[in-house]
C-alpha cells in the first residue's frame, strides 16, 4: 500500500508542477500580448500552455485511476478476508497450538508470527522497539524448537499442506 500512496503523492505533486506552470505560462502570455510580443512568440508559448494543460489533466486522470484500483484493492481484500475468515481463524489457532508444542515463549511466538507475516527483523524489531540483534536470536529460538532450518521451512511448515500438490 506504500506503493500506492507513493504513487498517488507523486501523481498530485505533478498534477501541481503542471497547474503552476499554466497558470505562469498564461500570465506570461497575457502579459507578452500587451507588450505587443510578435505572434510567433505567443504561439510558441501557446503550445507551451496546451501542453502544461494536458499534462495537467493527464495527471488527474492519473490520480483518479489510483484511486479507483485503490478501491478496488480494498474491496477484493476485504471480500478475501471475508470468504476466508474461517480458514484464517482455523490457521491461526492452529499456528497457536503449535507453538504452543514447542513451547515458544511469548515474545518467540509474536516473533514467529510477525515472521510469517513477512516481516524483515528490522521491521520486527522497530515494531516490537526491541533491537534487530534480540528479534534475530528469537527467530533463531523459534527455529531451534520447530527443528527448522529457518524462515523458508518454517513458512512452508504451515502452508505445505494448504497448497495444491503440483506433482501429482
Avoid at 497547474?19 to 500580448?33: C, E, K, N, R
Avoid at 511466538?109 to 516481516?119: M, Q
Avoid at 522497530?126 to 533463531?140: C, I
Amino acid at each position: 500500500m506504500s506503493h500506492d500512496l507513493t504513487g498517488r503523492w507523486s501523481a498530485i505533486g505533478g498534477a501541481f508542477v503542471f497547474a503552476v506552470i499554466t497558470l505562469f505560462i498564461t500570465a506570461d502570455i497575457l502579459m507578452d500580448h500587451q507588450e505587443g510580443a510578435p505572434m510567433a512568440h505567443l504561439l510558441v508559448e501557446a503550445v507551451i500552455l496546451v501542453s502544461a494543460v494536458f499534462g495537467f489533466w493527464t495527471m488527474l486522470m492519473s490520480i483518479r485511476g489510483l484511486r479507483r484500483a485503490l478501491i478496488e484493492a480494498r474491496e477484493d481484500a476485504g471480500r478475501w478476508q471475508d470468504e476466508n475468515r474461517t480458514l484464517v481463524q482455523g490457521l491461526s489457532a492452529a499456528i497457536s497450538r503449535q507453538f504452543e508444542t514447542w513451547g515458544l515463549s511469548e515474545a518467540e511466538r509474536e516473533v514467529g508470527l510477525l515472521l510469517l507475516k513477512g516481516l524483515s527483523l528490522q521491521e520486527i524489531a522497530d515494531l516490537r522497539q526491541t533491537s534487530e540483534r534480540t528479534v534475530r536470536e528469537q527467530a533463531r529460538a523459534v527455529y531451534r524448537k520447530g527443528g527448522l532450518s529457518g524462515r523458508n521451512e518454517l513458512s512452508a511448515y504451515f502452508l505445505e499442506d494448504l497448497l495444491p500438490d503440483l506433482a501429482g
